[in-house]
């Protein structure tokens, strides 16, 4: 890890590019990404950004054959080139190698530039030879190094052959590589899909209804204008994948029950919750329904209480949002909830499409460091949940010991011994009940109560969910 670099204030996507993946990748690997872009865009015109945000996704999501391509063309071992040298030459082979429509003299020149500001000649004068020996003659990626060719270390691209078999895997990789749309929920206790619609098409957004889930839409990647929209700003819409839309909306609940959302920020799912229960309330009933939002640290319920507040939420009578660690049973009250929303942290797979810095320190060791912390959420979550009450666990992952193992240990066990799994077909949607019926895979699984969404197949990030009940 190299120091922190006192870093200019960005004047074009180039440079924003530059200041987000070297303090990502050089200096602060753990760091968010989202704020970091939030931090390096300020000022900038959405056209810049937008070129910045390429760069900077698409960098991160072939980093591995682009800094395999460098150690081919460079004299001295890559890891030995200065940090900042490192990030330049990063950022400009994914310019020259995946995005044609940018000139090669430009990204030649924008590159002397960067490190001209920031470094010293030599720099500049290395970069420029390796970047034009490129040019004079490409380096080819291997056809058999599968790893390179979706971006992935060795181990995890066998990982995932190892879990799906070839052919799968090799769809699911290949959707992993692309962006995924924007997706976003409309907010059914304020307003109504065809309100939203004639919303965003109005500012020049167009939504297009999602494959499955009625009430949401994808947007164009990098849509800036929607938060300049009514919608937005009045709480008519959210942010959030197809497939944990799903998983929200299987929570259920009747009036007078209790839900726990555990592992809660940044908020979705329990938007959903209090959606359904107050267009349930509105039929007209004395009966008052509680929902009680967690999460580890007060940092993450700020963002839980900030897409609640926004979404015009937070005022609901029944809701409590505290601090609460879900792995824990010490001093909680058993047989409390009617349902248990148990979103765990997990190894995020499913999502590296979207969060491609996922794709920095992921390795086949690393995979399986969760698994205690998620058994003790399911013994914990059982611990509370009241007889023929429910339990949602999902994930974001598709490693399967995070998933159908994790969820076949807690069911052989003692914490689980009282717990059946609940048929999925009456709670996912009609339309992905006919795609499932149609071939898609999934089909012989709901039945026993799991749903696993597999990018390149569902059109969705990947995502786990096993609903069980408390016999």
């Keep these: 890890m190299s120091r922190r670099f006192r870093f200019e204030v960005p004047t074009d996507g180039r440079s924003m590019a530059a200041q987000v993946l070297h303090n990502l990748i050089e200096t602060a690997p753990n760091s968010d990404l989202s704020e970091l872009i939030r931090q390096a865009s300020g000022g900038l015109d959405r056209r810049e950004i937008g070129l910045g945000l390429a760069i900077i996704y698409g960098t991160l999501t072939y980093i591995y054959p682009i800094e395999y391509v460098i150690a081919q063309l460079s004299s001295r071992p890559f890891e030995e080139l200065t940090p900042f040298l490192r990030t330049v030459l ?3 082979f994914w310019q020259l190698i995946y995005a044609d429509r940018l000139p090669a003299s430009a990204v030649v020149n924008e590159a002397g530039k960067l490190l001209h500001r920031y470094t010293h000649r030599g720099n ?8 034009r020996a490129y040019l004079r003659q490409p380096i080819e990626i291997p056809a058999d190094r599968s790893d390179l060719r979706f971006g992935l270390s060795p181990d995890m691209t066998d990982a995932f052959i190892e879990w799906y078999g070839s052919e799968a895997a090799d769809t699911i990789l290949t959707a992993l590589l692309e962006r995924p749309p924007l997706t976003v929920r409309v907010n059914r206790s304020r307003a109504e899909p065809e309100q939203v619609k004639a919303d965003l098409i109005a500012r020049g957004i167009e939504p297009h209804p999602a494959r499955f889930m009625s009430g949401a839409y994808h947007l164009a990647l990098n849509e800036s204008r929607l938060t300049e929209s009514d919608s937005w700003r009045r709480g008519w819409i959210t942010v959030q994948g197809e497939a ?3 998983a929200g909306s299987i929570c259920r609940p009747q009036l007078g029950q209790t839900v726990l959302d555990a592992c809660a920020a940044p908020g979705g799912k329990t938007a959903q919750i209090i959606e359904s229960l107050i267009l349930l309330e509105k039929l007209g009933t004395s009966k008052r329904s509680r929902v009680i939002a967690t999460d580890l640290s007060e940092q993450r319920l700020v963002k839980l209480n900030e897409t609640l507040s926004r979404l015009r939420l937070s005022d609901y009578p029944g809701l409590t949002v505290r ?5 824990d049973k010490t001093g909680k009250q058993p047989e409390a909830y009617d349902w248990i929303l148990l979103d765990v942290p997990c190894s995020a797979l499913g999502i590296i499409a979207g969060s491609p810095d996922i794709r920095l320190n992921k390795s086949r060791e690393s995979l399986n460091e969760l698994l205690p912390l998620q058994a003790d959420m399911l013994e914990a979550a059982a611990y509370q949940l009241r007889r023929q009450g429910y339990i949602i666990y999902c994930t974001c992952t598709l490693n399967p010991a995070e998933n159908q193992e994790q969820i076949a240990r807690f069911l052989s066990g003692a ?15 009609t339309k992905l009940l006919a795609l499932l ?12 109560g799991q749903m696993t969404f597999l990018p390149g197949y569902h059109g969705t990030e990947g995502f786990f969910i096993s609903l069980m009940k408390r016999n």
């Design 90 to 92: 990063r950022l400009s």
């Design 124 to 131: 500049v004068n290395y970069a420029n030879a390796i970047l």
């Design 244 to 246: 944990a839309q799903c």
């Design 323 to 327: 601090v609460e660690n879900a792995a």
């Design 415 to 429: 914490a689980g011994s009282d717990f059946s799994p609940v048929d999925l077909t009456e709670y996912l949607p």
């Design 437 to 448: 019926d149609d071939g898609l895979p999934g089909k012989e699984t709901i039945r026993q």
